[in-house]
C-alpha cells in the first residue's frame, strides 16, 4: 500500500495522468477486497473463487448446480462489489494479501 502511495505522489508530481488513474484504481482495489469478500453472500462467494480459478459461466452452472442465469446475476454483483470490469481483475481480488 505504501509503495501505491508513493506511485501516486510521484506520478501525481510529474503529471503522469494515465499511470495516475491506473493507480488510484490499485488504492481503492487494495481497500476494497477485504471489504468486498465480507459483503459476498454465499452464493456469490462460490461463483467469485470459481471464476477466479479459470471457469466458465457454463461450467460454474454445472459445477454448482445453478442455471448460467443464475451465475450471471452473481457475476454482476460480485463484479460491483469488488469494483472490476473483468474476470482477471476478480481473480487478482480474490488473491489473499501479502
Not at 470459481?50 to 446475476?73: D, F, I, K, R
Amino acid at each position: 500500500m505504501t509503495a501505491l502511495s508513493e506511485a501516486f505522489d510521484l506520478f501525481a508530481a510529474h503529471g503522469a495522468h494515465f499511470y495516475l488513474r491506473n493507480v488510484e484504481r490499485e488504492l481503492h482495489r487494495a481497500d476494497a477486497p477485504a471489504d468486498a469478500r465480507d459483503s459476498l453472500t454465499k452464493a456469490e462467494h462460490r461463483v467469485a473463487l470459481l471464476v477466479s480459478e479459470g471457469y466458465t459461466n457454463q461450467s460454474v452452472a454445472l459445477a454448482l448446480g445453478v442455471s448460467v442465469h443464475t451465475v450471471n446475476t452473481h457475476l454482476r454483483a460480485v463484479f460491483r462489489k469488488f469494483g472490476v470490469r473483468s474476470r482477471v481483475q476478480l481473480a487478482n481480488a480474490m488473491r489473499p494479501h501479502e
